[in-house]
T-cell receptor
Framework: NAGVMQNPRHLVRRRGQEARLRCSPM?????VYWYRQLPEEGLKFMVY????????ESGMPKERFSAEFPKEGPSILRIQQVVRGDSAAYFCASSESGENSPLHFGNGTRLTVT | DQQVKQNSPSLSVQEGRISILNCDYTNSMFDYFLWYKKYPAEGPTFLIS?????DKNEDGRFTVFLNKSAKHLSLHIVPSQPGDSAVYFC???????????FGTGTSLTVIP
């Protein structure tokens, strides 16, 4: 399966713990995007990365959230000291190039904070 | 600030008829538009796109129309099939490609 792979599919964390979400883009794709979907809402942009670079993180909360896309390995979205409001579905997408190239999404990680 | 809007949260259509999903945007810098389909517990699946140099793009049963002066696009599905029942999102991006802005989705139900 050469699609966008996200893991884990489901993640349960207690308040104050850390959540690490992983995303492997489609083969040949060097652009990665993270989106969050809250219940009954649309997809909200969080961050756009290329290999080893954060291009646009304007949608990411300033505190507790960070993202990386290292030279080797998957992209990681990290949420420190999770709170109940972080409970959501987090989707990763990749594209071949940044311009006029569709995003291809993974199946998401559903984070539940108890 | 919702730059891409889907004002109809739901739509029901009889099998075999046409489904028309609508989307409005506010940013005149958007020049690339997409439609996605999403089933529960899955990620959005890319359906069809259109760039601002065109006003129509067709792929099988799916056609996207773009009206730049009205800042409006629509997705036509004909004939509609029960398997088309899903949530449909429209999305838009500007020439920097940094962000894709998504609407809140329209839930389509195709009645057999």
């Amino acid at each position: 399966n050469a699609g966008v792979m996200q893991n884990p599919r489901h993640l349960v964390r207690r308040r104050g713990q850390e959540a690490r979400l992983r995303c492997s883009p489609m083969k040949g794709h060097s652009h990665v995007y993270w989106y969050r979907q809250l219940p009954e809402e649309g997809l909200k942009f969080m961050v756009y990365l290329q290999k080893e670079n954060i291009i646009d993180e304007s949608g990411m909360p300033k505190e507790r959230f960070s993202a990386e896309f290292p030279k080797e390995g998957p992209s990681i979205l990290r949420i420190q000291q999770v709170v109940r409001g972080d409970s959501a579905a987090y989707f990763c997408a990749s594209s071949e190039s940044g311009e006029n190239s569709p995003l291809h999404f993974g199946n998401g990680t559903r984070l539940t904070v108890t | 600030d919702q730059q891409v809007k889907q004002n109809s949260p739901s739509l029901s259509v009889q099998e075999g008829r046409i489904s028309i999903l609508n989307c409005d945007y506010t940013n005149s810098m958007f020049d690339y538009f997409l439609w996605y389909k999403k089933y529960p517990a899955e990620g959005p699946t890319f359906l069809i796109s259109i760039s601002s140099i065109k006003d129509k793009n067709e792929d099988g049963r799916f056609t996207v129309f773009l009206n730049k002066s009205a800042k409006h696009l629509s997705l036509h599905i004909v004939p509609s099939q029960p398997g088309d029942s899903a949530v449909y999102f429209c999305a838009a991006s500007g020439n920097t490609g940094n962000q894709f802005y998504f609407g809140t989705g329209t839930s389509l139900t195709v009645i057999p």
